[in-house]
């Protein structure tokens, strides 16, 4: 159990849990068109095990028992995202009338069981016919992803409690552009370049969309590290501006300042390979939000790489507590970010979105009850320095389809045995339940 109280957050904060489209639906059946993560995943290497999301954890299927999960725990809000290939499977033209329907089952079932539902439109799984017109290197994608939002307004929008574009931006280009780590598996500085910029004008591009539909409560979700030195040495300090440039300040300066770092504009390894003009999108990169959603995992340690041709940076290896991902636990970096959001950059209200670890399999996880604690007084801390957050999402629900890596790695509040698809309850999970039937 934790040692907090929900009185502790006050009355108008929001707990709830977060899955994706993707890491949980299956259902590939029914007119859902193919996207990037299936042929990705159906690639040899790419994914531990050759594991895709042919199946993941039914939800398409056992979304009743899921939502009754959420609702049993406590949870004021549901974050899950649309598969835009299961409404839109060439991701132009057609509309599937069968993933319109679930949709209206899912967040018609959120609502009777008194969840709200906090929306995202983009979770990674781009249609496979737009990958094939260059996905996120295309800048037309802007156009196709504001007629998907348009669609997710007018079928949708007065049934949402928050709706989000995108997930991740830096995830969905640079992770998946440059490093080739996550699907599409590009390698490649000028993919990156263009989709870092092209991800947010498409980003700006949804929110007017949505705003001509009358869909209300609109933000972004941007994943956001603590970026620090690993030494105090110049070079060390020097490569930690750039680390926070490409992971942070790409996406938070661009979307709240409708500007991007100096520190990547001015690097003529990178700065050649962005759109021609790419300065006359920043109004529409940076529309107005009525609230930012922030995933939080870990710290990046940096270090300087002088032999590493375009960023001479490297991340160096820190001494903390890690998690079976091999991420270090640092529930400062949250308070520290949050923090910083607030005082650098808006003041609109602050979700964290996304916070969780992976751990060893079973439904006994006294790690992941420490690190959740650790991690829900960090936003404490935060409010008491004056953050605005107004809620904060574990992720994740289930066990679920991790990526790259497959089912080796587990985030669940709930264990899901993948061959039976029986859901348990962790440790975890109680502790939530505790802390959220209890208004005192």
């Known amino acids: 159990m934790f040692s907090i109280s929900r009185s502790d957050f006050g009355p108008d904060f929001t707990f709830g849990a977060a899955t994706a489209a993707y890491q949980i639906e299956g259902g590939q059946t029914d007119g859902r068109g193919p996207s990037i993560w299936d042929s990705f995943s159906a690639t040899p290497g790419n994914v531990q095990n050759g594991d895709t999301g042919r ?126 780590i996550h699907a599409p598996g590009y390698r490649d500085i000028r993919a990156a370049a263009r989709a870092m910029h092209h991800v947010l004008f498409a980003h700006g591009t949804a929110i007017d969309a949505l705003r001509a539909e009358g869909v209300k409560n609109l933000g972004i979700v941007l994943n956001l590290e603590k970026s620090e030195p690993a030494t105090q040495s110049p070079e060390d300090v020097a490569a930690t501006d750039i680390g926070d440039a490409l992971f942070n300040r790409w996406y938070l300066d661009g979307v709240l300042k409708g500007k991007y770092p ?66 270090e636990i640092y529930p400062q970096g949250l308070s520290d970010l949050l923090v910083r959001v607030s005082n650098d950059y808006t003041k609109i209200p602050l979700y964290v979105t996304e916070n969780g670890m992976a751990e060893v399999e079973g439904d006994s996880d006294p790690r992941r009850v420490d690190y959740y604690e650790a991690h829900l007084k960090a936003v404490l801390n935060a409010r008491e320095q004056g953050a605005d957050v107004r809620g904060y999402f574990a992720w994740s629900l289930l066990d679920n389809y991790e990526w790259a890596e497959g089912y080796n790695k587990r985030f669940g509040l ?23 039937h209890n208004t005192k």
């Open 55 to 180: 199946d993941a954890c039914d939800h398409y299927n056992r979304w009743p028992a899921d939502l009754d999960l959420i609702r049993d725990g406590g949870f004021d809000a549901y974050r899950f995202s649309f598969a835009w290939p299961r409404l839109i499977p060439e991701g132009t033209g057609a509309i599937n009338q069968a993933g319109l329907d679930f949709y209206d089952r899912l967040i018609d079932g959120m609502l009777a069981r008194g969840i709200k539902p906090y929306a995202t439109l983009y979770h990674w799984d781009l249609p496979s016919a737009l990958q094939d017109k260059g996905g996120w290197m295309n800048r037309d994608i802007a156009g196709w992803f504001g007629d998907y939002a348009s669609l997710i307004g007018q079928k949708f929008g007065d049934r949402l409690h928050a709706t989000a574009t995108i997930n991740e931006p830096w995830c969905v280009a640079f992770l998946s552009h440059f490093l080739g």
């Open 262 to 327: 100096d520190a990547l504009t001015g690097n003529d390894f990178f700065a050649r390979h962005l759109p021609a003009g790419y300065e006359k999108d920043m109004e529409v990169v940076s529309r107005p939000l009525d609230w930012l959603g922030i995933n939080y995992y870990t710290r990046g340690l940096y270090k300087s790489a002088p032999e590493q041709l375009g960023f001479p940076i490297a991340q160096a290896k820190g001494d903390l507590e890690t998690t079976e991902m091999g991420w």
């Open 414 to 436: 709930v264990h899901v045995d993948y061959a039976t698809q029986q859901r348990t309850p962790k440790a975890s999970f109680r502790a939530f339940q505790g802390l959220l």
